[in-house]
């Protein structure tokens, strides 16, 4: 793509030499000459004063770089090139002559369904989709138009997923919830008969699981996006564009609400509540029925407020010196005894 074509599909202005042909992207202090890349922050700024790259993202009036396409946001900006740029290889559309469809099954035009797939019975796959090899979905699945199943996804049966949907290989949707009843010293499985429902515009990361619910729905919303290996266990409610890093667990009935932010290897206690804006620090646990209230920031097990965290932490850094003058007092508090 030409540097002026690259603003136009931005909808932005640009200076410079705008038949510059750009063929690839790259960090700014690896550029080359056909690369694109963005000023994100001063450590970038620094890096355009010598980069060799053929085109930077950089925020208006800038006059970071010889050939600039100005934006508000250099990095999203940098995003949407990216896609450009490195367009997805899409497969043909068809059925593999491996897959196998049970009755009543419905594609919807152009929809691709990989060697080795299962498709159960009744189930609606929307128009553009693409199936990986060895996914496996059951029986009246909904699954909406343009969406991406990379290889060896599971989902259960009654499994309601939106439009745009994108699903790294190895994860589950719609397995049991762990739910069991310790019934004359036995644990007795508790049926979970409900069901999962995500909105439009999903991500969910490789080996990640999300369970149905006991009764009811497990509800995702829209836009939301979970990392690798999150668990979402049965009856949560996720709203929209909420976002979850790796290694996270919610505990059965949390609620999540919109735009809240959740960091890698977080524990969500049963029927948290974490309210909207809110942000958890990685490696912080949520006790059972806690409220992070909306806007707020919070790190540690128990987890609490970011300020009240570090003001603890500071207090343990110095007990080795507190530990040292109570020793020093108690050796003075001995002499004076003996006088």
């Excluded at 410079?16 to 690896?30: F, R």
């Excluded at 646990?285 to 987890?303: D, R």
């Amino acid at each position: 793509m030409k540097v002026r074509e690259i603003a136009a599909m931005l909808g932005a202005e640009w200076s410079g030499d705008g038949e510059c042909e750009i063929t690839g992207a790259a960090p700014i202090e690896e550029a080359g000459p056909a690369e694109l890349s963005f000023v994100g922050n001063a450590k970038g700024a620094k890096a355009a004063e010598t980069t060799a790259a053929g085109c930077l993202l950089v925020a208006p009036g800038s006059e970071l770089g010889r050939t600039r396409i100005y934006v508000p946001q250099p990095r999203g900006a940098f995003a949407r090139c990216l896609m450009a740029l490195y367009p997805r290889r899409r497969a043909a559309a068809g059925v593999h002559p491996s897959a196998v469809l049970g009755e009543g099954v419905e594609l919807g035009p152009g929809v691709s369904v990989g060697p080795q797939t299962t498709i159960g019975a009744g189930t609606k796959i929307g128009a553009g989709s693409e199936i990986g090899a060895g996914c496996a979905i059951g029986a009246g699945v909904t699954l909406g138009d343009q969406a991406l199943l990379h290889a060896r996804v599971t989902i259960y049966d009654g499994v309601t997923i939106g439009a745009r949907a994108v699903l790294h290989a190895g994860c589950v949707i719609g397995a049991d919830g762990f739910g069991f009843v310790l019934h004359e010293g036995r644990y007795q499985k508790f049926p979970q008969v409900g069901r999962v429902e995500i909105g439009d515009d999903f991500e969910l990361g490789a080996n990640a699981c999300i369970d149905r619910a006991a009764l009811g729905v497990t509800r995702i919303g829209h836009g939301v996006k979970l990392d690798n290996m999150v668990h979402i266990a049965h009856n949560c409610q996720i709203g929209n564009h909420v976002v979850i890093a790796a290694q996270t667990g919610l505990s059965g009935g949390v609620v999540v609400e919109d735009y809240a932010i959740i960091g890698g290897q977080v524990g969500i206690g049963d029927k948290a509540r974490i309210e909207s804006k809110a942000v958890l620090g990685s490696g912080c646990g949520v006790l059972t029925s806690k409220i992070v209230h909306g806007n707020q920031v919070v790190w540690g097990t128990p987890a609490r407020p970011l300020k009240e965290y570090l003001a603890q932490l500071a207090n343990v850094a110095r007990l080795g010196d507190l530990k040292a003058e109570v020793k020093e007092l108690r050796v003075r508090v001995e002499e004076l005894c003996k006088k």
